[in-house]
Each structure stands twice: as C-alpha cells, then as structure tokens.
C-alpha cells in the first residue's frame, strides 16, 4: 500500500532538516579556544560548525598578552599576524601596593594583540576555509546514542558526532551540564578596559599589586594600553563604582596611581565579568570535550591563558580526527587520551598558578618575595617558565 505524497514529502523533508542541521563536529563558543579548534579540525578536513552568540568583533575581558610558545603552531595552522602591528614583549615588571619593583626579561617572550582583533581575524579565516558559524545561544547538549542534540534559544535542535566546550570562564550551560565548580560561589571579579595618553613602553608586560587583587598593563596593536585586573568582590563593593574603586583602591599602588592620573579611558565604560571561578573543572563532561577556560583557568597573573586556550585547541583537534578516522579507536579512548594530554600540560601550570596568587594577595610575603627576587632574577625567571609551556609545534 503506498503511502500518501504528502505523507512521503513530509518524511523527505524531516531527513532533509535533521541533514542540514548535522555536522561532524560542533564547537559551542566562538572564543580563542573555539576559534582555534575549528580552524585546525578544518585544515585536518573534518565538517565544522561554531556556535557562538555574539557577532564579531567584539572586546572581552582578558589580559590580551600572548606567549611566543604558540607561534609555531599559529604559523602551521596559517594564520598569520605580520599584518598587524604587534607590540613585542619581552620584559615583566611587578610592582607591590607599598612601591617596591623588579623587572626581569621573560624567558620566552610574547606579543600583545587585543581580543577584538584576534578573534575577529581567527574568525575571519575559518569562514574562508569552509567552518559554518551560528550566531545563536545554546541552552542545552545532550548525548544519546552515539550522538550529540544541540538545542537553541530558538528551540531549534543541532545535532554533532562530537561537542567541543568553548563557552568561557562561565556559562548558564555549565548549570545545564550540572558541572561541580557552578555550583560553589567565587568571589572573583574581572574588570578590563583600553586606555591612551600615557607613556607606555611596547616591550613591557606589568603586574601591580593592590589591596585585594592586582592588574596587568601592556599594550595592543593600535597602540591602547589594556588594562585588565581581578579583585575580590567584598573589595569592590566597599566603594561606589569603578571611578571610585580606581582612586581609592587601586590607586594604592604609586604606579598605578600614576597611570590612573594621566591616562585617559578609551570605552565609554569597563568591561567586567563576575563569579570568575579558578576551581578545578571536569575536563570532559557528558562526553563533551571542554577547551579553553572552560576547561581550566590559570589565575591572570601567569600571563599563560591565551597560549592555553590555543594549545588545548590542539589537543582536543588531535583526538577528534584519532577517533573519526579510526573506527577502532572509539570515544571512550578519545576522551581518556584528551583528559591525560589536558592534565600532562596543564596541571602542574595551573597549580603554580594558584601558589602564586596566594602570594601576591598576602602584602608582607610579597614584599618579602619581590626584595628577594630583585637580587636574583634567574629565581624568578624560572617561576615563571613554570607556568609556562615549551613551544607548541605541529
């Protein structure tokens, strides 16, 4: 008995849809992680499609400095920055709330470059290369028989053989996903904004230590100087707003004093970012293999997040394709491989990480370390090779 044409045409266009709406693999988070990802997995030949919620270009809160360990692994996956006019770091000076110095060279070095403009040009070079882009909100994944449902704030629903987590410092979808760190309050918040018309040095990355939390100052490509601090929110709160937190509590520090006097803000006002949590998260989660902070977020004082975020890419683009392109090699093993591979790079940083900022927060110790440190910079340099990584290569 045949089945009525419209009956027929019906079923024809659900396949089409459910076709359509397929993809190799998605990645949830259009940020550097996401960005990265995609573009790996895309030269390696997969079927790629980013979902993120917010249309390029656009400033987020972050430090905005780069380590040269990436630039290997950049240049293999072509994406090149000679175009821009990057400033080359290679000096970092730490300054405590009572005045006290030292400046050391950096062991590896880096560039500055504003998220505005990375992701923008990450983004950019995807499309050209074939990655699909979904400017939507993902409020739910779910993981049924060997496959991923993916669904919008428009009710829509995706589907994935496999789920990169690219959606940052937090998400609702870590509530969704019922993952440990959400469910415990932090007290951390981010604050960043560009500044002009202060004397800056290109080659130098500062960190500058004030009651509460402590800043990073370096410059971009277009010659702003970003200025991206965490502080405790009891800290915060004590003041009115942010004019008033920076002249009464950042202001404490004399070099940052002397850099809230005469530059001048650039944004119409800061962005911030709240509850930003340094616990330790579940690098993969109801089979979704998690990149970039969302994965793990080494305290801002490393200066290492961004190169993190590129190398976790690598990473997770690596076991992918092992468990596309080897019908032996199934998901169970992928993520165990991906969880050891996260854990062999970036648990000892992380760990230093979370050292160092409990000392940088404790005024006497670290006025103790820096008067140490002043007197031995190979001490110093070789901390922070700690919370560093060697050169990423393809």
Known sequence: MKKPAHRVGFFVLLLYLQVVNSSDIVIVGGGLAG????????????????????????????????????????????????QFDLPQINKL????????????????????????TLDHHLYQLAEQRGVEFLFESVTDINYSKNRFQITLSTKKNLYGKVVIGAFGKRSNLDKQLNRDFIKRKSHWLGIKAHYKGYQYPDDLVGLHNFPGGYGGLSKTEDGSINFCYLV??????????VDEFHKNVVS??????????????????????????????????????MCGDTAGLIHPLCGNGM??????????????????????????????????????????????GRRLQALMLHTKWFDFAISTLAGSKSLLRGIISETHGKPITA
């Open 232 to 241: 405790r929110y009891t800290s915060f709160k004590k003041e009115r707003n």
């Open 252 to 289: 404490k520090n004399p070099f940052l004093k002397d850099f809230m006097h005469q530059a001048e803000p650039k944004f119409e006002n800061p962005l911030s970012i709240a509850q930003i949590s340094f616990d330790r998260k579940e690098v993969v989660k109801n089979h979704i293999l």
């Open 93 to 116: 000076q730490l300054t405590t709330q009572n005045g006290k110095s030292v400046m050391v060279d950096l062991p590896f070095g880096g560039f500055g470059i504003s998220r505005y």
């Open 35 to 82: 960005l990265t990802a995609a573009l790996d997995l895309a030269q390696r030949g997969k079927q790629v499609m980013v979902i993120e919620k917010n249309k390029y270009p656009h400033h987020k809160v972050c430090g905005e400095y780069v380590s040269n360990e990436v630039l290997p692994y950049l240049e293999h996956l072509g994406v090149g920055l000679d």
């Open 307 to 352: 190169a993190m975020a590129i190398h976790s890419a690598k990473l997770a683009a690596e076991q992918i394709e092992l468990f596309l392109n080897n019908p032996e090699y199934d998901r169970a093993q992928m993520e165990i491989n991906y969880k050891r591979a996260w854990k062999h790079h970036f648990q000892k940083r992380l760990w230093m």
